[in-house]
């Protein structure tokens, strides 16, 4: 009897809490074939610019507040834009070497939201775990929602995930030395 009387007032406790707190919970996918990664890297006589593919995607709505959002970044499809020919293909392959990202060995990256505030009409501050050669760091960036579109820019800091490839090593030529910040444009469409 008092195993019964237990298990009815735990059932509407928590029952009462599910039906005061509801969540809407839902996923848009995001298309990937029509969202951008644009990446640009800096050195001190100048930058690269190029692309990289989503392989998956989702933000999360509570009704119209995103409240999380999941990402899988395909790594191997690392791609210079500024660059033709030779000096396009040595930096992508260096790129995808264990100087920089280890695709072979890291194929994919993801960005999981832990926490997401409105800071706008159209704004969202957001707080979440970049993972990068298996390496998981907080970062907070800005996500603009206009109707089926969103839109961020991430700024990396490349020497937390393991890629410290022409970090600031002295003595290196000026043309060799890399920021160790590079910068993720996303487009995204759902």
Do not use: C
Request: hydrophobic share 35%; proline share 2%.
């Amino acid at each position: 009897m008092k195993k019964t009387i237990l298990s009815l007032a735990l059932t509407m406790v928590f029952g009462l809490s599910a039906i005061a707190n509801p969540i809407d919970g839902v996923k848009k996918s995001v298309k990937t074939d029509k969202s951008t990664v644009t990446w640009k890297a800096y050195k001190v006589a100048g930058s690269h610019t190029g692309t990289i593919k989503l392989k998956s995607g989702a933000l999360e709505f509570d009704g119209e507040k995103l409240v999380g959002g999941e990402f899988i970044v395909d790594m191997t499809t690392i791609n210079t834009t500024d660059l033709e020919g030779d000096y396009k293909n040595k930096l992508d392959g260096h790129l995808s070497s264990d100087d920089f990202f280890s695709t072979a060995s890291n194929p994919t990256a993801s960005l999981v939201f832990t926490e997401v505030k409105s800071s706008g009409n159209n704004s969202h501050k957001v707080t979440g775990d970049l993972t990068i050669k298996g390496i998981t760091e907080p970062i907070v960036f800005e996500v603009s929602i206009y109707g089926s579109k969103a839109t961020a820019t991430l700024k990396v800091d490349r020497t937390k995930y393991d890629v410290k490839y022409g970090s600031g090593i002295i003595g290196t030529a000026k043309d060799k030395l890399i920021y160790d910040e590079f910068d993720l444009v996303v487009d995204l469409q759902m």
